[in-house]
């Protein structure tokens, strides 16, 4: 499960295609449409 490590980390949701850029470290995993969001490289 990826989780949030560093600011600039993108991530995506399968279902509705929300994307998110860290701009701030909290930790933990993303989540959208009740699942996790996937880490883009």
Known sequence: M????????KFRCNIC???VEVVEV???ALVCCGEEM???E
Not at 2 to 9: A, C, I, K, N
């Open 2 to 9: 990826p989780r949030v490590e560093e600011v600039g980390q």
């Open 17 to 19: 295609g929300n994307i």
């Open 26 to 28: 909290g930790g933990g």
């Open 38 to 40: 996937e880490l883009i």
